[in-house]
């Protein structure tokens, strides 16, 4: 596990922007202790939004989307967007 220090953290809290290279950064060093590959592109979630919305339109007009409460104890077998 990678260590860090109250100080860094704290310090990499004072604005979202170094939060995310932060963590980005942290994660990547991870890999690298683990002795893991990398991945070639590290996507990150905010950059795809619009995707994420039309996803969501999808499950719910084939009816397999499901509420939080429910996520737990159901699986979607049905699952297929294609």
């Known amino acids: ?8 953290v ?6 979202r922007v170094g939060r995310c290279k ?6 990547v060093k991870g890999l690298s202790r683990l002795n893991i590959t990398p991945p070639a592109m ?6 795809h939004i619009q995707e994420q ?10 009816d397999l989307r499901t509420s939080l409460t429910m996520a737990s104890t159901t699986t979607l077998r049905s699952f297929q967007i294609c």
């Open 53 to 62: 919305i039309d996803l969501i339109k999808k499950l719910e007009e084939k």
């Open 10 to 15: 704290r310090n990499a809290k004072a604005n």
């Open 1 to 8: 596990m990678v260590k860090t220090s109250s100080k860094r």
């Open 42 to 47: 590290l996507p990150r979630a905010t950059e």
């Open 22 to 27: 932060f963590y980005g950064d942290y994660f």
